[in-house]
């Protein structure tokens, strides 16, 4: 059985006339001979709707509540999309994830996938339907209702493209591919044809938002193919596939940024394994995500630990970092908003010497002071003040000639 699986995101599901835009693509594709899963995504605007609803009713709703009700919104745009189908001479039948058996762990706003039952879906599929699935949601064992945090419906679509073994995925949205920087802030930036899965997972984790980082690492890991394109248009988007020997001819690939990340500053800790080892362990615990991570020695034996997380996080983060420190009788703790990430990505660099250079002078030249610096075979990241990253964007992507 060929089945392709295909997410469209909530511009997609925005109104009539865009469902209905859905339900074609979709029965072009059954015509094609495809077995054909589709995944949605709420209607635009209708998750932050549902929050805002349940902030009228209390400031601080709580995890499984908050589930609760946004979990409505794909069930909207599944039987809204099924009937499309069905108005068009075609069966379809839509299912929430619990009714499939989409399970997760039960960590309320941030569940993860641990197992998908499939029977159900290859039963109406062996029928000749289209099934329509809701996205970003699940259920634990004990059938409470989660949903997988924001961006999730990817990650619905290509777990469900691995369990069904899926020829590969095409995740619609209302771009039209992967760009090597933000056309926003870069004018000419151009559309890549195919990305490795490293490369995406570091452009994702970057801040690139096109693909949710959850979804890249679950296709990475089971080699099955993403095709991201648009819901608008019929043409070739781009293909996110296995690293080949031809992407090291492209030393850079792109640039991503992220905003809207804060700064954490532990002053004077004392530098053993158990104390660095204690603290973002109690961080993790309260899953809140640390991201770049620099020690600076002040001596021999103290040290200074510099860390990000989103803004969303820090709040809470620097009020258990402080409580942290105290036991572990570090000097001080300071936080900073205001943060961004530029980030220089490409597989070529492995075998390119001289990538960081060209980086720091370029942003030398720009008057853009680098705060935190952190790198890997494929990733050069510089955390900066959130004023300069436009300007920091453009003049890397120019440099590199991208």
């Not at 289209?130 to 634990?140: D, H, R, S």
């Not at 997972?201 to 938002?209: D, N, P, Q, T, V």
């Not at 980030?343 to 030398?364: D, N, Q, W, Y």
């Amino acid at each position: 059985m060929a089945i392709i699986v295909q997410k469209y995101g909530g511009t997609s599901m925005a109104d009539a006339d865009c469902i209905k835009n859905v339900a074609q693509k979709v029965l072009r594709a059954k015509s094609a001979g495809k077995k054909v899963v589709v995944v949605v995504s709420a209607p635009a605007g209708m998750t932050d709707d549902l929050i805002r609803r349940a902030k009228q009713v209390t400031e601080k709703p709580t995890g499984r509540e908050l589930d609760m009700i946004l979990s409505t919104g794909e069930q909207i745009s599944i039987s809204l999309l099924a009937m499309a189908i069905q108005s068009m001479g075609e069966e379809a039948i839509s299912f929430t994830s619990a009714q499939v058996g989409i399970l997760t762990d039960g960590v309320h706003n941030k569940a993860k996938i641990e197992a998908i039952n499939t029977s159900k879906i290859l039963a109406e599929l062996e029928r000749d339907k289209v099934v329509v699935i809701a996205g970003f949601q699940g259920v634990t064992k004990d059938l409470e209702i989660t949903t997988l945090g924001r961006g999730g419906s990817d990650t619905s679509a290509v777990a469900l493209g691995v369990a069904l073994e899926a020829e590969e995925v095409e995740i619609y949205t209302d771009v039209d591919g992967i760009y090597t920087a933000d056309p926003r802030i870069v004018p000419n930036a151009r559309k890549i044809d195919s990305i490795s899965f490293d490369e995406m997972l570091e452009m994702a984790g970057a801040g690139a938002k096109v693909l949710h980082l959850r979804s890249v690492e679950l296709a990475a890991k089971n080699n099955l193919p993403i095709h991201l394109r648009s819901s608008f248009t019929d043409t070739m988007g781009t293909y996110v596939v296995g690293e080949d020997t031809s992407m090291e001819k492209v030393f850079v690939r792109g640039v991503a940024h992220t905003t809207n990340n804060a700064k954490i500053t532990i002053a004077n800790l004392k530098h053993t394994s158990k104390n660095v080892a204690y603290l973002f362990h109690e961080i993790a615990e309260q899953h809140i995500n640390v991201d770049v991570i620099t020690q600076n020695y002040l001596t021999k034996d103290d040290v200074t630990i510099s860390f990000t997380v989103t803004e969303e996080d820090f709040d809470r983060a620097l009020a258990l970092t402080k409580t942290l420190a105290e036991a572990i009788g570090a000097e001080s703790v300071t936080g900073e908003l205001g943060v961004a990430k530029v980030c220089v990505i490409g597989v070529g660099m492995k075998s390119t010497p001289g990538v960081a250079a060209r980086v720091f002078e370029c942003l030398a030249n720009n008057d853009i002071e680098i705060d935190l610096i952190s790198t890997s075979d494929i990733n050069i990241t510089c955390v900066i003040n959130q004023s300069d990253y436009s300007k920091a964007v453009l003049a890397i992507h120019n440099e590199f000639d991208l």
